[in-house]
């Protein structure tokens, strides 16, 4: 993919994790577990994994976080963010690249999700200088098998639609 279209491709999916995020923000979710998110712009971090690489989907959670945080949060919300997605999208990465014939759309996002909230527990106990809030890891664990399914239902419908449109196909 030439450079310019892969930037203006990125900066697309960055606008549409955003919303994901936005939209994500505005639903009440009926637990008695806080913290618990749906995870909606993983869809696009998936996306861009799978058409862009590695990179792109670092600079895309990078970038999303930056912006959602500054909008909506601060540098709490910043720090636990970064540190789940970050952890999130090299562990889709790796399992994307290195062991796709074993591991479908949908595993990938339940090890995304499993992850990101691996990353969120750890910046939480570095911040808090506090270990126990590992106590909260299992409900973690089994939101993120929840979540990170429909979330790579999502992602696998949407990567299967854009194979089909051809959009990412290299030019002649």
């Known amino acids: 993919m030439e450079k310019t279209r892969k930037i203006i491709t990125l900066a697309v999916f960055v606008s549409q994790a955003l919303v994901l995020s936005m939209i994500e923000n505005l639903i009440p979710l009926p637990t008695a577990f806080p913290g618990v998110k749906l995870g909606l712009a993983n869809i696009i971090v998936i996306t861009t994994i799978v058409f862009l690489g590695f990179k792109d ?3 895309l959670v990078a970038l999303r976080t930056a912006i959602f945080s500054f909008l909506t949060g ?6 636990f963010s970064i540190s789940g ?17 074993t591991f479908s759309i ?4 339940i090890i ?3 992850t990101h909230n691996i990353g969120q527990l750890m910046a939480a106990a570095a911040i808090m200088k506090d270990l126990s809030v590992m106590n909260y890891l299992p409900v973690l664990m089994l939101s993120g098998i929840a979540t990170g399914s429909l979330v790579g239902v999502c992602s696998k419908y949407l990567v299967k639609a854009l194979r089909k449109s051809r959009i990412f196909e290299e030019s002649p």
């Open 106 to 109: 949908i595993g990938i996002s």
């Open 85 to 101: 997605g970050m952890l999130s999208a090299i562990a889709m990465s790796i399992v994307y690249y290195r062991l796709k014939n």
């Open 112 to 114: 995304g999700a499993v």
């Open 74 to 79: 601060g540098l709490t919300l910043f720090l």
């Open 57 to 59: 989907a670092l600079v």
